[in-house]
């Protein structure tokens, strides 16, 4: 008889342009924590989703407890001992907690066995409850608590957590280590997924590493520091480029300063003081895991969002903190936020109706307020050749490209108009590796030409490749930069892990 | 094992071709249903679909009646397309026509003994400016409060029929009407002019016409009918765009309810010529199914107007000549609603049983 529960072996699942799990083999050991570690995007996710039954994998198989293990949902996982804690919460946020426990229970229960029940769960594993509280009235720790009861009540032999602590205070954080503890003392096992270095050092045993969609190493954490996680995290990085810097003039031309935001929303990440200098003709480059205030950065840097509590932003010697996003393009300052279908270019408008979206006072797009077709048109051709995006024609709708012609399209959108600032988030988030190389290779010859860029990342080849500067940014607060050609990877990686020194 | 309910699952892709024939599968699939219940009823199903659908167009009388009711189906429709087309749930209309009814019928009677060529486009003006003022409470309470405009201007469509109610039991009730629940007749200068002797299809058709026209050009080539669009199919694209969407919400619900309002007062002034209580058989809400079975199009809404009209003059001939009762109407235009929408979630998604162990 071994000690370990679960076998994963050759477990491959892969997704239109893009294979999230690669043979990825590894054993769980019984009654212990195990960490999936691993960067947004690593494989983590449909791993996990693979393991609750809400994917099925192409190839491989699961062991559990030595027998063959499929699911085809996730009540059926429950039923086989498996259970998880979401990132996000399902409870219904106008029931009680009470109710919200009995709804989300396979088998029928009364009242009062469930609350005999939630007695010695409440107890045992430190886990207290209101149990008439309207889920509303509730902190986010809270909120997973009810979900961890929820999951409890049916007696897992294995417990899923995704991410549990993104939406934690450190004090609810620690009391939920408590919670994980009692549990593994009982012979449960936990499987937990995080990218942050630290928690998996204090309270997991064993590690899991991942990276595109590949098993790097799985190893007892006891003999593991962060440093080390972080290396097999992020890989290996390539060599320092040959960046140019001669380019640059030493004139300041955009200007953050002192920006905090507070959001009073759980799932949203408060930004903290955050500066940052960008010169004339340079990249600048944001790195950081998904999550850390990156989005809500990008909102502020665009005019998406002006309700900041303190700071300012100056671009050539204009406040501009308080101007929405037309304002701004009216200034020449142009931007692509991450994502593709839905933000920055509308899936069932054409091409040239897309090119509306972002009009900068040179170009003649509008007269006395009817559209200039013609001039509309010729700009989505002039994109669709510069940048060879492969499409049909301008009239073809945006949802017909792939990721990579889309992203090639509304970058060159925003190029075309010749900004004298680009910020861009995720230039090249899940496209293929030619559009990413001529994506790259434009944003440098811009530069070179004189805009500034700001570039917000979670891909630290990228950035590396391509920024003059970078700084990290974690929980909301932003390092300060690190001239790109000098830095070293195993700095980055522990301040994208939360670790100062 | 089981798995009795299938799941609905996106489809990746929609197929162009299918969406625009949803609106002629809908209609289809509504004859046969009417034909079961007619037989149902024990009637031949040819014979009870004639009366309903041929007979009532087969006298130049009978178009024209056409015309009359496809009017304010299809100003109200166009209207309402500007709320849809962003994405707001404007289902007040028939309060909004109610408003436009009262505020310039409301003129009409108090000019009830001038007769004037100003009277008549005053009367429209008043009956835009009333169904616009009664749109945007629902834009101000969304936009400030964030409140759900489908339950606010739902709840509003009563309290604009209980003020007409009001008015022509109480202050504008016709002093030689006998206390019927009525107002005084309109004088001749404030009625719509008919285009046809004899026939009641009237100016408000021509208004109708225009103003389809208009919104079309608005739609197609305007910056304005853009960001209606874009804020509809993605806010956050409108976000990232600039595009200020409290602007957009104030500029769909006044022009729906500037549309409706100029619907209610044209069949005030048109074919009934004076104010009671029931001015409209639910124009602003059958308005409702029109713009959906149009597909938000100003040409689609057209035929769609034409098409749910012949529902209502069908249901008075059956009444007559079949003894069904005239709520038939309504259940035919339910039926084309409920298999439009039905249509519409099978374009995007497909049903699937799960296997299951």
């Given at each position: 008889m071994s000690d370990t529960i679960l076998n994963i072996e050759n477990i491959t699942k892969s997704f239109p342009r893009v294979i999230a799990n690669k043979k990825v083999t590894f054993d769980i050991k019984k009654n212990a924590v195990h960490a999936i570690l691993g960067e947004n995007g690593a494989g983590k996710s449909t791993l996990v989703k693979i393991l609750y039954g809400l994917l099925e994998p192409d190839e491989g198989n699961i062991k559990l407890n030595n027998k063959d293990f499929k699911v085809n949902s996730p009540a059926e996982a429950r039923k086989q001992g498996i259970g998880m804690v979401f990132q996000h919460f399902s409870l219904f946020d106008s029931l009680s907690v009470k109710e919200n426990l009995i709804l989300g229970i396979d088998e029928k229960m009364s009242y009062s066995d469930l609350e005999d029940k939630l007695e010695n769960i409440s107890s045992r594993y430190n886990l207290p409850l209101d149990l008439d509280a309207p889920i509303t009235a509730l902190s986010a720790g809270e909120k997973q608590r009810v979900e961890i009861v929820r999951i409890l009540l049916q007696d897992p032999q294995i417990l899923i957590m995704d991410e549990p602590t993104s939406v934690l205070t450190p004090q609810e954080v620690e009391s939920l280590f408590v919670t994980l503890n009692a549990l593994v003392k009982e012979g449960r096992t936990i499987l937990y997924i995080t990218h942050k270095l630290e928690e998996v050092i204090s309270i997991c045993d064993t590690v899991t590493i991942m990276r595109s969609g590949e098993i790097i190493d799985t190893s007892s954490?006891?003999?593991?520091t962060a440093k080390t996680l972080a290396t097999k995290m992020l890989g290996q990085k390539l060599d320092d480029l040959k960046t140019n810097y001669g380019h640059i003039k030493d004139k300041v031309n955009f200007e953050v300063k002192n920006i905090s935001c507070d959001?009073?929303?759980?799932?949203l990440t408060d930004l903290k003081n955050i500066s940052f200098q960008v010169r004339v003709g340079e990249i600048y480059g944001i790195a950081g895991v998904a999550g850390n205030g990156q989005s809500e950065l990008m909102d502020i840097l665009t005019g998406e969002n002006i309700n900041i509590k303190s700071g300012s932003i100056t671009f050539d010697s204009k406040k501009i903190e308080k101007y929405g996003p037309q304002k701004r393009r009216d200034l020449s300052i142009s931007f692509v936020p991450e994502n593709r279908l839905g933000h920055s270019a509308v899936p069932e408008l054409s091409l040239s109706e897309n090119i509306l979206l972002s009009q900068f006072p040179k170009n003649n797009f509008i007269k006395n307020g009817i559209i200039l077709k013609n001039n509309v048109d010729d700009f989505a051709n002039n994109v669709i050749n510069e940048f060879k995006v492969i499409t049909p024609g301008n009239d073809a709708k945006a949802s017909s490209l792939s990721g990579g012609n889309l992203q090639k399209y509304v970058i060159g959108r925003e190029i075309s108009s010749k900004p004298k600032i680009l910020i861009i988030s995720h230039p090249t988030w899940g496209i293929d590796a030619g559009a990413e190389h001529s994506i790259r290779e434009s944003l440098i010859e811009l530069s070179q030409n004189g805009t500034s860029i700001i570039v917000i990342s979670q891909d630290l080849d990228e950035l590396i490749e391509i920024t003059h500067k970078i700084s990290v940014i974690y929980d909301g607060k932003l390092s300060k930069p690190f001239r790109t050609s000098e830095v070293e990877i195993e700095k980055l990686g522990l301040l994208m892990g939360g670790k100062n020194e | 094992m089981n798995n009795l309910f299938p799941s609905i699952v996106s489809r990746s892709q929609s197929s162009g071709l299918m969406n625009f024939f949803v609106p002629i599968i809908s209609i289809v699939l509504t004859l046969i249903t009417g034909s079961i219940i007619f037989i149902l009823l024990g009637f031949d199903p040819a014979y009870a679909l004639y009366t309903f659908f041929i007979s009532p167009i087969s006298s130049t009388y009978g178009i024209s009646e056409l015309f009359v009711k496809a009017t304010p189906l299809a100003l109200i429709a166009i209207g309402l397309s500007y709320c849809f087309k962003n994405n707001i749930y404007n289902i007040g209309a028939e309060g909004q026509l109610t408003m436009g009814a009262i505020f310039g019928g409301g003129i009409a009677i108090l000019f009830h003994d001038t007769n004037a060529f100003w009277l008549l486009p005053l009367m429209i003006f008043a009956g835009a400016i009333g169904g616009a003022l009664w749109g945007l409470i629902p834009a101000i309470l969304k936009t400030k409060f964030n409140t759900n405009e489908i339950l606010t201007s739902l709840m509003l469509v009563y309290v604009a029929l209980f003020i007409l109610d009001y008015l022509v039991v109480g202050p504008w009730k016709d002093p030689f009407g006998y206390s019927f629940p009525k107002s005084r007749p309109f004088s001749e200068s404030g009625r719509m002019p008919l285009l046809f002797d004899g026939l009641r299809v009237h100016f408000g058709l021509i208004i109708t016409l225009f103003l389809i026209f208009v919104s079309w050009f608005i739609f197609s080539k305007t910056i304005f009918g853009f960001q209606l669009k874009v804020s509809g199919y993605s806010p956050k694209a409108a976000r990232y765009a600039g595009f200020n969407q409290t602007t957009l919400v104030f500029f769909a619900f006044a022009v729906c309810g500037a549309f409706a309002g100029i619907a209610g007062l044209a069949e005030v002034s048109g074919p009934i010529g004076l104010l009671y209580r029931d001015i409209s058989p639910n124009y602003g809400f059958t308005a409702i199914i029109v713009a959906f079975l149009g597909r938000l199009h100003p040409i689609g809404i057209i035929f769609a107007s034409l098409v749910i009209a012949l529902t209502y003059l069908g249901a008075e001939d059956a009444q007559l000549f079949l003894q069904i009762p005239s709520a038939v109407g309504f259940i035919f235009q339910g039926l084309v609603l409920f298999y439009l929408l039905g249509a519409e979630l099978l374009i995007n998604y497909k049903l699937t049983y799960k296997k299951l162990l």
């Open positions: 954490t006891s003999n593991q959001f009073n929303d759980p799932f | -």
